[in-house]
């Protein structure tokens, strides 16, 4: 994303807030403004303070009573884009550093030191990447590049691709998605990470030696891929929020700040499709289904 459409959400996020005004003589307030300080709920405005009013475009100033309130979903907003921003620039120089120390090939301890920096770097990068596009999907700053593809290449991808972390689980992941093409109009990468949230997601609440069902069907009009699996399952008290961001259930020392599944969310939705989320409590296992709509022969 370019560096004006970065400044362009961070804008949108700012100035999403809700201005209340109280009683007053000098009658009520309609007025516009930014608010880059988010670190309270009540914001006060010090005196004076000049802003733009919406009705005739004259300068007015705030009341000493007038309250702006920012909720609470606009200030998770703010904080995730200004955190993210931050983190990624000394990430990408420790990326960089582990590269040259792994030019230089280490040995012994030293090699090892090396790999689990490089391991636990991809996985930070992966939650960086995945704030950021929490916070450009909720200001819809998220362009797709769509064209009509096979969703089963997609799955063998996000599949190769994350294997070896089943496999180092001891975990057995089965994908299942028949001979037949699964034709849909999708972004590749962005449906590729919608599969590899979910798989992620599958592993990481999955017991060593559970079984992991990465499928895909059609029916009618649309195409359906689901991630089942033997996990801990989830509470029914907890689905509906599953898809919010930052949303978690019970601690579980698994880690993870509940990102992935509302990324994903946001990411179907912006392909008119829809994301569920089904299970029959703790212990029992999850199903997560991706409904998209197909694309017959023809349509891109």
């Known amino acids: 994303m370019s560096a004006e459409a970065d400044r362009a959400a961070t804008t949108s996020v700012q100035s999403r807030v809700q201005i209340e005004t109280s009683a007053s003589p000098a009658g009520p307030y309609s007025a516009s403004m930014a608010i880059a300080q988010l670190d309270s709920p009540l914001y006060h405005p010090p005196l004076p303070m000049l802003v733009g009013s919406e009705a005739a475009g004259e300068a007015v100033a705030f009341p000493p009573r007038t309250k702006v309130r920012v909720s609470d979903r606009v200030r998770e907003e703010a904080v995730v884009w200004t955190v993210a921003h931050e983190l990624r620039q000394p990430l990408s120089v420790m990326t960089i550093a582990v590269a040259v120390m792994e030019h230089d090939s280490p040995s012994g301890a030293s090699a090892q030191a090396t790999a689990v920096m490089g391991r636990q770097l991809k996985q930070m990068s992966r939650i960086v990447d995945d ?3 929490a916070a450009r999907l909720s200001t819809g700053k998220v362009p797709l590049v769509t064209q009509r593809l096979d969703v089963r290449e997609v799955m ?11 496999a180092e ?3 057995l992941l089965a994908v299942d998605f028949g001979p037949a093409p699964l034709w849909v109009s999708a972004d590749r990468e962005r449906l590729y990470q919608v599969f590899s949230n979910l798989l992620r997601n599958a592993i990481k609440f999955t017991e060593r ?6 499928t895909a069907d059609s ?3 649309t195409v ?3 991630v089942r699996d033997t996990g801990r399952g989830i509470e029914w008290a907890a689905l509906p929020r599953i898809f919010d961001l930052f949303a978690q ?4 020392g698994l880690g993870g700040i509940g990102i992935g599944l509302s990324v ?15 299970s029959d409590g703790p212990g029992k296992g999850s199903e997560f289904v991706v409904t998209l709509p197909g694309s017959p022969a023809g349509n891109s």
């Open 249 to 252: 259930g019970p601690p579980s």
């Open 219 to 221: 029916h009618e009009s």
């Open 131 to 133: 704030l950021l596009d």
């Open 169 to 171: 689980r001891g975990q």
């Open 224 to 226: 359906a891929v689901r």
């Open 264 to 278: 994903a969310k946001e990411i179907v939705s912006l392909h008119r499709g829809q994301i569920e989320a089904h």
């Open 209 to 214: 030696g559970g079984r992991i069902n990465f």
């Open 156 to 166: 063998t991808d996000a599949a190769a691709d994350i294997a070896a972390v089943a």
